[in-house]
T-cell receptor, first 111, second 114 residues
Framework: ELKVEQNPLFLSMQEGKNYTIYCNYSTTSDRLYWYRQDPGKSLESLFVLLSNGAVKQEGRLMASLDTKARLSTLHITAAVHDLSATYFCAADLYNNNDMRFGAGTRLTVKP | DARVTQTPRHKVTEMGQEVTMRCQPILGHNTVFWYRQTMMQGLELLAYFRNRAPLDDSGMPKDRFSAEMPDATLATLKIQPSEPRDSAVYFC????????????FGEGSWLTVV
C-alpha cells in the first residue's frame, strides 16, 4: 500500500522567513506532485517532478525530488501572506498519474 | 479557458436518497479521476478511468457507490442510498496521459447528507 507522509502538518511562519515542507512516500514511483488548496477551493497544480534530482521553481516556491530517498521537499523562500494555503504532495502508485495524496500541510504566513 | 466542470456544486440531501454527481472533463483529456475529501480522511482516490474504461475503483465502497463514463465528455458518480458519512467534497479531475502529467481538478461537489 502506498503511503505518503507530509510534515509538518501545520506550519506558522513569519513573513520573510524560509521554511521547508517534507514529503516521504513508500513506493518506487519516480513521479511526485505538489498542489495548493485555498480554503473552500479546488486544488491547483504547482509542480510535477518526474525524475530523480528534478528541481522546479516558481516564484518563492521550489520543489525537489530524491527518488532514492523517496523524499520530496517544497522550499518556501521569504514567505509572504499570499502563500497561506494548504499544500499537498501526491505520489503515483503505478506511474499512471493515479495520485495518492498526503495529509497536507496547512501553512499560515503572519505579518 | 479549459476547465473541469462539476455539477452540482452544492447538494443537501436526506439519508437514503440517491445522489448523482456529474463531471465534464477538459475536452480531449483521456483520464478522469474521482476524489473525495474529508477532514478525517483527507483526499482519497475513489476511482479513475482511462479512455472511458475503469482502471481502478478499489477506493470506492462498492455496495453504494458507482462510477461510470457514458461518453468521453461525461463522468458520473452515484451514491445509492446515501448516508451521513458520505458527506464530503467530491472532486473530479482530468488529464491527458501520457502526453501530460498535470492533472486538473474541478471546483468540487459539496455533499451534505442529513
Amino acid at each position: 500500500e502506498l503511503k505518503v507522509e507530509q510534515n509538518p502538518l501545520f506550519l506558522s511562519m513569519q513573513e520573510g522567513k524560509n521554511y521547508t515542507i517534507y514529503c516521504n512516500y513508500s513506493t518506487t514511483s519516480d513521479r511526485l506532485y505538489w498542489y495548493r488548496q485555498d480554503p473552500g477551493k479546488s486544488l491547483e497544480s504547482l509542480f510535477v517532478l518526474l525524475s530523480n534530482g528534478a528541481v522546479k521553481q516558481e516564484g518563492r516556491l521550489m520543489a525537489s525530488l530524491d527518488t532514492k530517498a523517496r523524499l520530496s521537499t517544497l522550499h518556501i523562500t521569504a514567505a509572504v501572506h499570499d502563500l497561506s494555503a494548504t499544500y499537498f504532495c501526491a505520489a503515483d502508485l503505478y506511474n499512471n498519474n493515479d495520485m495518492r495524496f498526503g495529509a497536507g500541510t496547512r501553512l499560515t504566513v503572519k505579518p | 479557458d479549459a476547465r473541469v466542470t462539476q455539477t452540482p456544486r452544492h447538494k443537501v440531501t436526506e439519508m437514503g436518497q440517491e445522489v448523482t454527481m456529474r463531471c465534464q472533463p477538459i475536452l480531449g483529456h483521456n483520464t478522469v479521476f474521482w476524489y473525495r475529501q474529508t477532514m478525517m480522511q483527507g483526499l482519497e482516490l475513489l476511482a479513475y478511468f482511462r479512455n472511458r474504461a475503469p482502471l481502478d475503483d478499489s477506493g470506492m465502497p462498492k455496495d453504494r457507490f458507482s462510477a461510470e463514463m457514458p461518453d468521453a465528455t461525461l463522468a458520473t458518480l452515484k451514491i445509492q442510498p446515501s448516508e451521513p458519512r458520505d458527506s464530503a467534497v467530491y472532486f473530479c479531475a482530468s488529464g491527458l496521459y501520457p502526453d501530460s502529467n498535470t492533472i486538473y481538478f474541478g471546483e468540487g461537489s459539496w455533499l451534505t447528507v442529513v
